[in-house]
């Protein structure tokens, strides 16, 4: 609880004031005090900043850590719809996913307010910033391990858009992972190709041109597929299910379109949010990787399998493999 002082107390730190000083007889020199920051002590505010997380159940997650927080330091929690709009004077703690460049100035000005950033993409963090990392290369690497792990006869697809990730295209990422597990993945049973078969798409591509991308792989038979998650539609789903085809997808928890695939990859932010909180920001390290999250609704993993695939993800979030540099 903050008590006020009495009536003897000091002006508020956030005033601004002037005071006459005599400096000879009948002159004086009017000095302006300037306004000085609000105090750390005095500062009641963690701010989630709402944009690229409003209407998903990840949102409730962040809110939910932060809020237990909150309560255990007297603090408030506010949504904001932009950093742009945080008073930082009365702040001492800012939530961000996947910001753009500038929240790196704004947290250089603000050495004293705690960052929080959740994103794909790597920094250089100031000292006041802390990330959970979610690195979209290492589900794209674990989508061609998963999708070779439960194949039958290596007969492994991908259909994704023609962007790169740190340099690395999806197409070779995905790939990585499939030969990881299988080397040149050469079926038993004709045709015979090296897996996988990958064909990509424009981001934007509606369902006809999926299908017609679709096609230039679908003569290899293959029997499981990971599509891009801007590729996932009822239709065309729906069409690559009805050819008994396994369809993997990373989406994120709450999508509508989760319950369209048979298994969904992505990232747990839970684990990695609660460590970083628990050490009231008193740690030397800055960067916590989320969790790997598997869901399942098709029986394709079995105990064998599901331990080969803890075995991966557990390398990964340790940094003992790399999604970038498996050789064929």
Not at 41 to 70: F, H, K, M, P, W
Not at 207 to 236: H, K
Request: aromatic residues 8%.
């Amino acid at each position: 609880m903050l008590v006020s002082a009495g009536c003897n107390s000091a002006p508020p730190l956030t005033s601004t004031a002037s005071s006459a000083e005599t400096v000879g007889p009948g002159l004086t020199q009017t000095i302006e005090i300037a306004a000085s920051d609000t105090p750390a002590a005095l500062r009641n505010n963690i701010v989630i900043v709402s944009e690229n997380l409003s209407g998903t159940s990840e949102l409730a997650v962040i809110q939910n850590q932060l809020q237990s927080y909150s309560n255990d330091h007297d603090l408030s929690l506010q949504l904001i719809d932009s950093i742009h709009s945080i008073d930082f004077k009365n702040t001492t703690l800012v939530y961000l996913k996947q910001p753009g460049e500038d929240w790196i100035n704004l947290a250089q000005q603000n050495p004293t307010v705690k960052f929080i950033l959740e994103s794909e993409q790597r920094f250089n963090l100031p000292e006041n910033a802390y990330q959970i990392l979610t690195p979209r290369d290492d589900l794209v690497f674990v989508a061609g391990y998963l999708s070779a792990l439960i194949s039958e006869d290596w007969r492994t697809a991908a259909l994704v858009t023609d962007e790169s990730i740190s340099g690395d295209s999806i197409s070779n990422l995905f790939s990585n992972g499939v030969r990881y597990l299988c080397g040149l993945c050469a079926p038993v049973f004709g045709p015979i190709v090296y897996f996988p078969a990958i064909a990509t798409a424009p981001a934007l591509a509606d369902t006809a041109a999926l299908t017609q991308a679709y096609g230039e792989i679908a003569n290899v038979r293959p029997n499981v597929i990971f599509i891009s998650p801007e590729f996932v539609s009822v239709d065309f789903v729906t069409a690559l299910k009805q050819n008994g085809i396994t369809v993997i997808s990373q989406q994120t928890e709450d999508s509508g379109k989760n319950e369209l695939l048979d298994i969904r990859i992505g990232y747990d932010l839970n684990p990695a949010l609660n460590t970083l909180l628990s050490t009231n920001f008193e740690s030397d390290t800055h960067v916590f990787k989320a969790t790997f999250s598997v869901e399942s609704r098709v029986q394709k993993l079995t105990a064998g399998k599901q331990d080969n695939l803890n075995l991966l993800l557990l390398n990964l979030q340790k940094g003992f493999v790399s999604s970038h540099t498996v050789t064929q």
